[in-house]
Nanobody
Framework: VQLVESGGGLVQPGGSLRLSCAAS????????MSWYRQAPGKERELVAL????????TYSDSVKGRFTIARDDAKRTAYLQMNSLKPEDTAVYYC?????????????WGQGTQVTVSS
């Protein structure tokens, strides 16, 4: 099982980045996909959630209107489009997959990708 994030980097305030999360080793379409982030000295926080099978999408208040989560089940990939980036968006961003399988929670984390917003 693997979740591999890509697309992070250094961007100026007001800029954009698109993160990708490529999945393998599990039935991607059955899993809810989320993006979390963790800034230095802070707890990991949920940024965006996309429920499987066309379910609801949820965003944290801090990114609502600027970030968009998407998924392509055929490509087994989740995305996070980040626009109007701010210095406070600087963090390591993690992809997370979760589902209930045979009555038990089954979940996976990616290794993280660094996003730095700075002039």
């Amino acid at each position: 099982v693997q979740l591999v994030e890509s697309g992070g980097g250094l961007v100026q305030p007001g800029g954009s980045l698109r993160l990708s999360c490529a999945a393998s080793g599990f039935t991607f379409s059955r899993y809810d996909m989320s993006w979390y982030r963790q800034a230095p000295g802070k707890e990991r926080e949920l940024v965006a959630l996309k429920i499987s099978a066309g379910g609801r999408t949820t965003y944290s208040d801090s990114v609502k209107g600027r970030f968009t989560i998407a998924r392509d089940d055929a490509k087994r990939t989740a995305y996070l489009q980040m626009n109007s980036l701010k210095p406070e968006d600087t963090a390591v961003y993690y992809c997370y997959a979760a589902a209930v399988v045979s009555g038990k929670k089954d979940d996976y984390w990616g290794q993280g990708t660094q996003v730095t917003v700075s002039s």
